[in-house]
Each structure stands twice: as structure tokens, then as C-alpha cells.
């Protein structure tokens, strides 16, 4: 746990770092940076959905996904836990909401993730986390200088996803396979465009309900040999 702890910790530096630097910039500033945030963002997206092997198998990950995160309400439930967050830190931040979502996406949605908290549980080796922690650590700084305070409620999430992939490691070593990391990375790679989406203002999606998309997109892969896909 210990690189999913250090990582954790940088975010919270960095959003501290951003959240100071932020509340200096005028408005027209802030705007800048966020476009610019949104811009990243899809760029980041766009690099992970080019991972996918097989199209058909992100499509039919987001769809059911989708509709098993709609059934859930999964957006409605990580908004009630950042309002709850954002009383508690008694935050008046506007943008508490989208700054905790979007961090614990881009945060938690990608194959460092994966692979470092793994990797960790499997061997305790966590240099991969400690370079992730350093990333996750600067891009706090812009995001929270742009989100607000929720960026840094995103090292809760963090701990909560990575730990649990760490003390899961053995367990869950097949996300290793090279097949299922490329279509899992790509469909999170969508999720992280559709983020970008609504840091641009281009549109809102209920992103939050898309995550089963990951689950599936998994059991979709690892059963793809079965059917010839």
C-alpha cells in the first residue's frame, strides 16, 4: 500500500499547491487553464482509446455499462458523496462536483493504475506507483487551480481503487493479459474523452455510469476466446 499511499499524498500537495496558485488567478485566467485542462484531457483519452484491439468489444463494454450504471445511478450516488464532501470540508466552490469526478477518473482510469497497484500486490514492488505519484501530483496542481477543492477529495478515491487492486493482487493478475489491459485502457480512454467533453462545455455526459463499462469490457475479453470475437 505503501505507493498507493504516496500517491495519494501528492495529490493532496498538489492540489493544495493548485488551489493556492488558483485563488490569485482572475477569471479569465482560470477559464484559460481549464480549456486548456479539457484540451489534455482529450488528448490523454484519445492516446488510451487507440489501445483497442477490438472495437467490438469497447462498444458492447460501453452499452452494457452503461445501462447497468444508469439502473445503479452511480452518477447520482459520487454526487451525493461529493456533496457530502464538499459540507464537511465546508467548501463554496461551484465546480466541487466536476473537480472530483473528473481527478478520480483520470486518476484512477488508466493502465498505470492498474498495472502499478498490481504489480504492488503481486511483488511489493511499487516503483511504477511512485512515477504515477509524481504525474498525478503535477496535474493536481492545474486541475485543482481550475476545479476547486474537490480535486483533492480524488485521494480518496485513489486509495480506495488502487488499495483494493493491491490487496486483490493475485486475484486479479489476469488484468494483466496484454488483451484485456489494451481493451480495458480503451474503454477508459472514452470515459476520460467524455470528461474532456464537459471540461470544453461541448456536452455532459453521466460519465460516473459508464465505469461498469470496465467490468464488462474484462469478462468480455477474457471470454472472447470462447465465441472466436
Known amino acids: 500500500m505503501r505507493g498507493t499511499l504516496v500517491n495519494a499524498a501528492a495529490i493532496l500537495i498538489g492540489s493544495g499547491i493548485g488551489l493556492a496558485a488558483g485563488g490569485r488567478l482572475p477569471e479569465r485566467f482560470q477559464r484559460v487553464v481549464t480549456s486548456s485542462l479539457g ?117 480518496v478515491t485513489v486509495v480506495v481503487v488502487q488499495g483494493t487492486l493491491t490487496l486483490l493482487g493475485v486475484r486479479l493478475a489476469v488484468l494483466l493479459r496484454p488483451d484485456v489491459l489494451s481493451e480495458l485502457t480503451a474503454t477508459g480512454g472514452l470515459l476520460i474523452l467524455a470528461m474532456g467533453f464537459l471540461l470544453l462545455d461541448i456536452k455532459r455526459l453521466r460519465v460516473a455510469n459508464l465505469l461498469p463499462a470496465l467490468l464488462v469490457a474484462v469478462f468480455l475479453t477474457t471470454l472472447r476466446p470462447l465465441f472466436g470475437w
Open 39 to 155: 484540451l489534455a484531457t482529450l488528448l490523454i483519452g484519445a492516446q488510451m482509446a487507440l489501445k483497442a484491439e477490438n472495437v467490438l468489444v469497447v462498444i458492447a463494454s460501453l452499452v452494457i455499462g452503461g445501462l447497468a450504471g444508469e439502473w445503479l445511478d452511480i452518477e447520482g450516488a459520487l454526487e451525493r458523496v461529493g456533496a457530502r464532501l464538499k459540507s464537511w470540508l465546508r467548501s463554496g466552490s461551484g465546480t466541487f462536483g466536476t473537480g472530483y469526478v473528473t481527478a478520480s477518473l483520470v486518476f484512477c482510469v488508466g493502465p498505470m493504475t492498474i498495472v502499478g497497484s498490481i504489480q504492488e500486490g503481486l511483488g511489493g514492488r511499487a516503483d511504477l506507483l511512485y512515477t504515477k505519484s509524481l504525474l498525478d501530483g503535477a496535474a493536481s496542481v492545474a486541475f485543482a487551480s481550475a476545479l476547486g477543492a474537490g480535486v483533492s477529495c480524488a485521494a
